[in-house]
């Protein structure tokens, strides 16, 4: 059976999948997205995410095309109808179709809706998660308003592609002052040199990472402290162990950074263990 998609209110075949031309989305970057994982077939972290998703529509005045209610629905029959058990969820809304103009349509459009979802082999995202990723550095060069999900990625884009190119699978953006701000798809974290939790605080310019905000709960659980305070790539290759958190990374240990070790070289043991239970807490919650 093939992929399904959902174009504005028909779930059709993948490859017919269609937008207009003047999309806003496609024309001007003028569109959110979210994206969640999935755990037998069910939304992980499905509140925080509805929530991020109304914020960012919000923060952008593109109106939430049906209630959340109605949304979760349409989101649910699509991963039924691709038949999905553990994957990945991707939902953008556009402005809406219209002739090009910088300026928003008036009156306005009814914003454009597009749903994918694809599969992943759970036993190859373990694997990769047990040999841990590598991570390179770049200039952060993005706009102002990285706390709204937006599809303009196109800095996120240069950066994945600069890690692949290196070797490796996540960029780590870093600002003037020469401290990591995030991932170009993923938060950073470290355990620093005195074996202190570490991310950046989301006052700075990043995405609130929703798999980050879960696992804060996680850690405090646990018992642990976290430091929300920002690290230099330096301070990342002497800490013990990094790791990035995301819906596609869930918690994936990072063993290098540049090309330098991060502790031993190999996942830290706190990663591994928190990557454990997000998972077992995000499956558990699923919806
Ligand atoms: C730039 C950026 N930061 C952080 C994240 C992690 O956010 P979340 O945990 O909500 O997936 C993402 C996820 O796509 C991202 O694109």
């Known amino acids: 059976m093939g992929r399904i998609a959902y174009v504005n209110g028909r779930f059709v075949p993948h490859g017919q999948a269609v937008v207009h031309i003047e999309d806003r989305g496609y024309q001007l970057a003028d569109a959110v997205y979210e994206v969640w994982s999935l755990f037998d077939g069910r939304l ?27 949304l979760t629905l349409v989101l649910r029959e699509a991963v039924r109808r691709n038949r999905v058990s553990d994957g990945i969820l991707y939902l ?9 103009d910088h300026a928003f349509p008036n009156p306005g459009v009814r914003p454009s809706v597009v749903i994918t979802v694809k599969s992943l082999a759970r036993a190859a995202v373990e694997a990769k998660a047990a040999k841990g990723v590598s991570v390179v550095t770049t200039s952060e060069n993005r706009w102002g308003r990285c706390d709204i999900k937006t599809v303009g990625l196109l800095p996120n884009v240069l950066a994945k592609q600069k890690a692949k190119e290196a070797g490796a699978s996540e960029a780590w953006f870093v600002d003037d002052l020469g401290f990591v701000t995030e991932g170009a798809s993923s938060n950073a974290w470290i355990v620093d040199s005195d074996g202190r939790l ?22 405090a659980e646990q018992g642990l402290e976290v430091d929300e305070r920002p690290f230099t ?23 290098a950074v540049d090309g330098r070790k991060v502790g031993d070289g190999a996942p830290g043991p706190l990663a591994t263990k928190l990557r454990r239970l ?10």
């Open 92 to 100: 953008q809304i556009s402005r809406g179709v219209a002739p090009r």
């Open 44 to 70: 992980a972290d499905a509140d925080g995410h509805f929530a991020r998703l109304e914020r960012s529509l919000a923060e952008l005045a593109i109106a939430m095309p049906m209630s959340r209610r109605a």
């Open 278 to 287: 997000y998972i077992e807490r995000a499956r558990a919650g699923a919806v």
């Open 198 to 219: 570490r991310t950046r605080d989301t006052n700075a310019n990043i995405l609130r990472g929703i798999t980050r905000h879960t696992l804060l709960r996680v850690i």
């Open 233 to 255: 790539p330096a301070e990342a290759t002497a800490a013990k162990e990094a790791f990035i958190t995301g819906a596609g990374a869930l918690v994936l240990p990072v063993i």
